[in-house]
């Protein structure tokens, strides 16, 4: 099949112009993308068919204007990613059914307290889980690194024991993303991740969105989240060095309170290497491409599919609400279409 590119005038610019348009993240059994106007989740149910939740994009950097100032949007645009994960992931949940499926203890904490106890108990797990974090990323690594500091009999100078650290909280980081990802479903989630990658690049490679043409795109995308983590990290390092207290629980206040700045300066890094590509941008994120290895996996056509809805769904002005379904093979559609699937399926596989 021949590649389809995008006939506008002037091609480049056309092709430029798709640059960080879009941008998205897997979901349980689907894919969240998120275009200028608004951002559509789109999942595969159990029984095969595809359904999308679309909502509007908005951010409050567009009502509040020094909101989207160098460094305080990257911040915003952290919180506002958060809490959109939050609603989509919810959304991907119940279109699997999840919600029906209330353990015996549940139905009675709901009988007896309501949906109010439920609030809090989520609540409650939020904090801890961002306690937790706190613990693994920031006082473990400083407790880890003093306790070198004691075998080796010395104390290290500001800018090693930085060093040290984060080597520590890159390590961590990379032995939790691989024991997740032994995980069926959590491997399940990276292929929905590779096929989110690939739809991109074919969407900004000015190609036709097909199941055939994503299948030939990367899968290691530079403005991918866990590039994002990964340069927070090699940020947070640098930044790190000039704190020039041995005070354990000092440094991890410190270290709480220039977290912004590390959010924000890692946004502005990321948004800068989507747009451009020199020799400090490759080595920069290059240990967050390598990473992606580990958090991306090559998808099969189904989940290719969902990739395609999502992001057709999510750029409106360039794609019609008749054309989003357009070469994608529903349950419905299966008699007309199933060789064609099952051929790019195991093509994918192999």
Known sequence: MKDKKCSCPDKADALKSRIGKVGGQAVLEGVMMRGPKQYTTAVRTPDGNIVTDTHPNTSIKDRIHFLGWPIIRGCVNFVEMMKLSMSTLTFSAEA??????????????????????IAV?????????????????????IRVTKLIEYLCGTEFNQYLRALIEGVLKMGI??????????????????????????????????LELTVENVSRQGRLHPRCGTSFMVVMIV?????????????????????????PFIVGGGYEIIRYAGRHDNLFIRIVTK???????????????????????????????????ESIFENIVLPDRKESGEAEASAVSEALEK
């Open 96 to 117: 699997q059914g999840f919600e029906e499926e209330e353990t015996k203890f549940e139905k009675w904490l709901s009988k007896h307290f309501g949906k109010s106890l």
């Open 121 to 141: 108990v989520a609540a409650i797990g939020s904090v801890l889980g961002v306690a937790l974090a706190l613990l693994l990323f920031m006082y473990l690594p």
């Open 173 to 206: 980081f990379i032995a939790y993303i691989a024991l997740i990802s032994l995980m069926p479903d959590i491997k399940r989630t990276f292929q929905y991740h590779g096929a989110e990658h690939k739809s991109i690049f074919c969407y900004e490679h000015g």
């Open 235 to 259: 940020v947070g390092i640098l930044i790190s060095m000039l704190i020039q207290t041995d005070i354990v629980w000092l440094r991890t206040v410190i270290r709480l309170l220039i977290l």
């Open 287 to 321: 240990p967050g491409i390598w990473m992606q290895h580990l958090t991306t996996k090559e998808p099969t056509g189904d989940q290719i599919e969902c990739a395609i809805v999502a992001l057709k769904s999510a750029l409106p002005e360039e794609f019609p609400e």
